[in-house]
């Protein structure tokens, strides 16, 4: 059997379902591949390149801006899986003009991401909102800090259902950041420099990612029951709901990226960093299909 190391560089479903998922069904194991699955949140690039990786937008910025030639081999959604929860009075992202918004660092898939679609929305992320920037994933003060007035907003990740959490709060769900910007994300990549993109046990991974994304489309009540487990904190209705908005629609069937919206994610992510875009959506996703 072969092993690999998979890390993971955020949390929540978008970053673990289809892993768990694959786990739970023993696709890995049918697969013929042992996954050692690692927190790799706040490794260093040198670190995360030898092995495979969940997180594709860190790896698409740290290719942009560092160089590392990470390849995609499999995509989980083209849609980021973020939102932007606001207090009472607050009802478009550009009435965020002048208020404070707690986001995502801006080195950060995320961070990038929303400064991209604030700017969408006219809005000059650092002059015209007064961003408050903290740990990625911590969202649990954000919704401590939002119940007691001291930030007007948050961008939060599917740690929650956050238009469950708004509905019980009285809040409002200003965006879903998939609605605003579409880049393929989450999914698993390799540095080819450490880690061949052939290498048997990647392409069992893969193999074993595109199963539990077939499991996660064509079989709802096993994939809400899965999502439960990230979701604990809420019913069973709220949990079907998020399903069935935001990833039955949006997860991939196949893990193929959208190339023409990497194109323009890529284009739209140099920009923000100030980089060039040295290369081409095909050069990053390379998600044909594979056999066993």
Not at 24 to 50: F, I
Not at 141 to 153: Q, S, T, V, W, Y
Not at 188 to 213: E, F, G, Y
């Amino acid at each position: 059997m072969h092993t690999i190391d998979l890390a993971y560089v955020g949390r929540g479903p978008h970053e673990e379902l289809v892993t768990y998922t694959a786990d739970q069904q023993d696709h890995y194991a049918e697969e013929g591949v042992h996954v050692a699955l690692r927190d790799g949140s706040v490794w260093d690039p040198e670190r995360l390149r030898r092995g495979a990786v969940i997180g594709l937008g860190r790896t698409l910025l740290s290719r942009l801006v560092g160089g590392i030639p990470w390849v995609a081999l499999n995509v989980n959604t083209q849609r980021p899986q973020f939102w932007v929860l606001a207090r009472p009075g607050l009802n478009s992202l550009a009435d965020l003009a002048g208020r404070r918004l707690a986001v995502h660092p801006p080195h950060t898939g995320p961070g990038c991401f929303i400064r991209v679609v604030l700017r969408q929305a006219g809005l000059d992320p650092d002059r015209d909102v007064r961003t408050e920037v903290r740990s990625p994933g911590d969202y649990g003060m954000d919704l401590r800090r939002l119940r007691a007035g001291e930030i007007d907003a948050a961008v939060v990740g599917d740690t929650m259902a956050p238009e469950a959490v708004a509905a019980a709060n009285g809040w409002s769900v200003l965006a879903f950041v998939g609605d605003h910007f579409r880049i393929p994300t989450v999914g698993v990549a390799v540095d080819p420099t450490h880690v061949h993109p052939d290498d048997p046990a990647v392409q069992a991974v893969v193999r074993a990612h595109r199963r539990a994304l077939q499991v996660i489309r064509n079989d709802p009540d096993t994939a809400v029951r899965y999502l439960r487990a990230f979701l604990s904190g809420h019913t069973e209705e709220e949990v079907r709901a998020h399903y069935e908005k935001f990833i039955a629609p949006y997860f991939t069937a196949d893990g193929q990226a959208d190339l023409a919206a990497g194109a323009e994610a890529i284009t739209a992510v140099a920009a923000e960093l100030g980089v060039p875009a040295t290369f081409a959506a095909a050069d990053f996703y390379r998600t044909a299909p594979t056999t066993p």
